[in-house]
């Protein structure tokens, strides 16, 4: 199979090839249209019209003649001057012309040698940095994707193809990294679940099989077998998530946000948590199962991360969906981390209700499979403020901005 070099060396040897053969017919051009004349100047400036007469001359040329087979008479002055002239200049004209293309023939040949010697060289040292970034590649693994080519090279395509390249690693260190951290949390918050099932059932009744003792176990039992199911749920609808949009059907934001704040209403009421709406009619093009999966997980979010007493604000605006609340204060440097999987602002204590941590996440994945951004800001005061806002091509019903 012929290498991206020998590709190379042929084109850069071609091109200087051909670069030789028109320099050599250009030369010869211009040397055969100005040789005969310089050569007739150069012949009547150095043999005078005097020697031309002399009787041994005209035996010292016997092939000079002005037309063959008929003698040369050298007394017809200029006449026989021009004639002898032109003989001479044809003679010379014929000689160098053979000889300037045998030297150029000769030094053609050196020049296709070195042309092609040369193109191989150059072919090597320009595909020289792709030969780095192609044995990196190969080298490439789990275990050392932390390295980079880091090319050291003038500014151009390939170094840019170089730190293109890198980046690239950059994103799929990120990607592999979060994939595993992704792994080992769910694994964690899975085995937990099932640890606490197992220790409620073997040491729980071990001493005290009495009825109360089993109808707490059981309820136990059941409350975290609702968390395991509500983390696989999670996981699911973050996997879907992650696939994209099957359809996208007009929904009604607004709509959805109203059937979502009714349903939470009884768990902020028995947390003592107020919460606020606000919605002006919006349209968007999408999953409303996604999109109510995205408005229950910031309001109900918003409800579980508050301090009795406390208040959520929910509202649609002309663009989007914006959920605030107060509660504890939200480091800005964590803010973030938040919508990755498994992240809190503190550690899980393992508490009823707490929520395995999936919530924005899956907040995020929802909001990118519909187009749209999702931003995040620590209040002041305490709490977290979560804006998601659609792209502009979206429906909205209210014009009014």
């Not at 918003?302 to 969906?321: K, M, T, Y």
Request: aromatic content about 4%; overall charge neutral; proline content about 5%.
């Amino acid at each position: 199979m012929t290498s991206e070099r020998g590709r190379l060396t042929a084109l850069y040897g071609g091109l200087l090839v051909l670069a030789g053969v028109l320099l050599i017919g250009l030369v010869y051009l211009l040397v055969r249209d100005t040789l005969h004349s310089s050569i007739a100047t150069a012949v009547t400036t150095t043999v005078p019209y005097t020697d031309l007469q002399a009787p041994d001359w005209q035996k010292a040329a016997p092939a000079l003649r002005a037309e063959p087979g008929t003698p040369l008479d050298l007394g017809q002055g200029v006449g026989a001057q021009y004639a002898a002239t032109r003989r001479i200049s044809n003679a010379a004209e014929d000689a160098a012309l053979d000889s300037l293309l045998t030297v150029s023939g000769v030094a053609l040949g050196l020049f296709s040698a070195a042309s092609i010697a040369l193109a191989w060289w150059m072919a090597g040292r320009v595909l020289r940095p792709v030969g780095v970034i192609t044995a990196r590649a190969r080298r490439l693994s789990g275990e050392n994707l932390h390295e980079r080519l880091a090319l050291k090279a003038p500014p151009g395509e390939l170094k840019e193809l170089a730190d293109t390249f890198d980046g690239m690693l950059d994103r799929i260190e990120q990607l592999v990294s979060a994939q595993q951290r992704f792994a080992a949390n769910a694994a964690h918050e899975l085995r937990t679940s099932v640890a606490v099932q197992r220790a409620a059932a073997e040491i729980g009744l071990a001493d005290d099989p009495s009825p109360e003792k089993v109808a707490r176990i059981r309820q136990k039992l059941i409350e975290t077998a609702g968390e395991s199911e509500q983390l696989i749920e999670g996981l699911l609808l973050l996997a879907v998530s992650d696939q994209g949009l099957q359809r996208r059907e007009p929904a009604a934001l607004d709509a959805i946000t109203g059937t979502v704040v009714t349903g939470l209403a009884e768990d902020a009421r028995r947390r003592g948590v107020t919460v606020e709406t606000s919605a002006r009619p919006l349209t968007v093009r999408g999953d409303a199962v996604l999109l109510e999966h995205l408005v229950h997980n910031l309001a109900a979010n918003a409800i579980r991360h508050n301090h009795p007493g406390g208040r959520v604000r929910v509202r649609v605006f002309s663009e989007g969906l914006e959920v605030s609340n107060t509660g504890p204060v939200v480091p800005p440097a964590t803010v973030p981390r938040l919508f990755e999987p498994f992240r809190r602002v503190r550690e899980r204590h393992h508490a009823r209700g707490e929520g395995a941590g999936l919530g924005l996440s899956i907040v995020a994945t929802i909001a990118r499979a519909h187009g749209a951004r999702t931003a995040a800001e620590a209040n002041p005061g305490g709490g977290l403020t979560v804006r998601v806002t659609f792209p502009g091509t979206y429906g909205v019903r209210d014009q009014c901005r």
